[in-house]
């Protein structure tokens, strides 16, 4: 039989993508979404109807994940096998503008569903985190091994807590989790208020964009399809092996500055872009850099994709879906 997945935040960026890569895979996508309003539902829901085009055996629910009984039933009801736990408020800056929110969504959110896979049980999980944990950490390439000491935003804290109510529930409990640490995931359903997309979309706009600081922030920018491999590939790690906790960087170990990146938005759109600078906003960091030595030992996670090739595809998607009118 087929392994059953759940997938939480299903309608996002990256969920839509895992829900398809699965599905191509033999594997049963099940889907979660609350549509947060963070950003606009049309994103969601474009994202959604990519899924459903793609896919013969996606289902879909449309549910907080806070939602304990419900939540329990759908894991009874459709034999989930294992959960992906893509669900969070998102984005650094607007976490200090309502942490309490973030820290609800983020950590009570991941504790509500522990409990209903503690009701449904079934142990086996795989938690997405962010590479924000690492925070000003002058040790590069960032390890999992690095200590956590220098996160400077709520987010980033929210990720952190997450963390470890994994590791409790691993000792505790036994659940068997791999922990996902994801750096700038990009390419087509991205979220619009990230870098890339703002400055694609403005750049097919002929608008202007802001850069924070003087342009040498670099970020290790990694491919949707690069990150979505390494999660399967994770599901598979937590599915096959018992008493297991483990963390993963899944970058692309290729930092690019901000300069770099808008040369390359210029090349592929084939626009100038006009460029105004501010200074850099509480929380952003100066680097991002992932060592992925270990998932490439444990997962057999290998990124593909270059940052050119990847804004191709992105560039083609906006175009196609004619995103620059959202």
């Known amino acids: ?58 289902k879909f629910f449309e549910d907080d994940i806070s939602n304990t009984e419900t939540l329990t039933k759908i894991l009874k009801d459709e034999s989930i096998d294992l959960v992906v736990h893509l669900a969070a408020k998102a984005g650094v800056r607007p976490s200090f503008k309502d942490p309490i929110s973030y820290m609800g969504t983020n ?39 690095d200590p956590l000491k220098e996160m400077i935003s709520y987010y980033a804290f929210t990720k952190k807590s997450g963390e470890d109510l994994c ?37 097919i706009n002929e608008e202007e964009i802001t850069l924070f600081g003087d342009g040498t922030m670099a970020r290790d920018y990694t491919y949707v399809s690069d990150t979505v491999q390494g999660i399967y590939k994770a599901c598979l790690h937590v599915l096959n092996n018992k008493n297991i906790y483990d963390t993963f960087n899944l970058g692309n170990s290729y930092p690019v500055n901000l300069k770099e990146l808008v040369e390359a938005i210029e090349k592929v759109t084939g626009k100038t872009i006009k460029k105004s600078y501010q200074e850099v906003p509480e929380g952003d960091v100066p680097i991002t850099y992932a060592n992925i030595e270990k998932s490439k030992k444990v997962l057999g996670y290998n990124p593909e994709v270059k940052l050119e090739d990847g804004l191709q595809r992105f560039y083609n998607w906006m175009i196609e879906n004619q995103i620059e009118t959202f």
């Open 1 to 58: 039989m087929s392994k059953r997945i759940l997938i939480t935040g299903a309608a996002g960026f990256i969920g839509s993508h895992l829900a398809e890569k699965l599905d191509g895979l033999g594997v049963i996508p099940v889907g979660i979404d609350n549509f947060d309003d963070y950003y606009d539902r049309r994103y969601k829901e474009l994202n959604l109807k990519h899924v459903s085009d793609n896919t013969q055996n996606f």
């Open 107 to 145: 950590i009570e959110g991941t504790y509500y569903l522990i409990e209903a896979m503690k009701q449904a049980n079934l142990k086996k999980l795989v938690f997405a985190s962010s590479s924000s944990v690492y925070g000003k950490s002058k040790l590069t390439p960032f390890s999992e091994l």
């Open 167 to 203: 590791r409790f529930i691993h000792n505790i409990y036994e659940f068997d989790i791999a922990i996902l640490r994801f750096f700038t995931v990009y390419g087509p359903r991205q979220r619009p208020d990230l870098a890339i997309h703002k400055f694609l979309k403005k750049a």
